[in-house]
């Protein structure tokens, strides 16, 4: 199922930054073939990180900001406990605590970066690395994280070609490299061999509310509920698209719908907002 992170990038409108690709790419409406367009993206304008890329970096960088003083020093005497762990157990346990920590700090990066520490499953820390990937606000710091995505996920691709999942988050972070269309040729794939798959027919409504194409993602959404109609995300989005796509009643009465039947805040308050505009 869908996280209900990827509503937080609507409300933060960092949409467009979630795919750092060079060019925009868009699925053709009619013979769903790939083109890609002279114009390039706009980047959200960020800082540049300037840590290095090693695997020591995401384990040091900063962590001061907000982090309560207690939680500071439970990450400090993990540290040590991993540090001077006598056994590989041990050393397993420490690292997947601190992974817990980083990530109830929204500290993706640094919780991946231990996942990776205390687990042998490519797949487990394949998604972690993803996660924090999508999170990444920093274009340099979302290619590092797509790098290691890639390699853990690569692995799980290469044992079992079936794990549609794995390919599909695959697939998101080529969309945001300067291979974009290799991205999405892996998700239509998906969708050629699973024409109802929740999460590539999902993916694949984004990018097209990327990329303007608004009818296409209306389609795209459409199939999803009517195969998922709990997937309260792409009613939000479909909504978002019918809205974009000049159809603001259709938009309005479903944008109404959801707010009667959600009690995600985070997701009230985006509905809120367009309800608004509407």
């Known amino acids: 199922m869908l996280k209900s992170r990827i509503i937080l990038l609507v409300i933060a409108i960092v949409l467009v ?20 367009e002279t114009d390039s993206v706009e980047h959200t304008t ?24 207690e939680v500071k020093k439970d990450i400090e005497r993990l540290r040590n406990n991993y540090s ?14 601190l992974a817990d920590v980083f990530r109830d700090l929204n500290r993706l990066d640094s919780a991946a970066k231990y996942v990776e520490l205390s687990q042998e499953d490519n797949e487990l820390i394949g998604n972690a690395y993803y996660e924090a990937f999508s999170f990444a606000a920093d274009v340099e710091k979302a290619k590092r994280l797509a790098v290691k995505t890639r390699e853990y996920l690569q692995k799980v691709l290469d044992k079992n070609p079936a794990n549609k999942s794995a390919k599909i988050k695959l697939a998101m972070t080529y969309v945001s490299s300067e291979n974009p269309m290799k991205g999405i ?51 939000f989005y479909l909504a978002l698209s019918l809205m974009n796509n000049g159809q ?11 707010k009667n039947k959600s009690n995600d805040e985070q997701l009230l308050a985006a509905v809120e907002s367009y309800l608004n505009e509407l």
């Open 248 to 258: 603001k009643a259709k938009a309005k009465k479903l944008f109404t719908e959801i």
């Open 84 to 97: 001077l762990a006598e056994s590989q157990e041990n050393s397993i346990i420490f690292a997947d605590s």
């Open 185 to 235: 040729s892996m998700l239509l794939e998906v969708v050629e061999e699973d024409p109802n798959n929740e999460e590539a027919l999902f993916n694949l409504g984004i990018l097209s509310i990327q990329s303007g194409q608004y009818s296409k993602a209306i389609e795209r959404f459409e199939k999803l509920l009517r195969n998922h109609p709990d997937n309260v995300q792409a009613e």
């Open 46 to 69: 960020t800082s540049k990180d300037n840590s290095s890329t090693s695997s020591n970096s995401l384990m040091t960088e900063s962590h001061s900001g907000n982090i309560p003083e």
């Open 17 to 36: 930054a979630v795919f750092f690709s060079l060019s925009k790419v868009v699925v053709d409406n009619e013979n769903e073939s790939i083109e890609k």
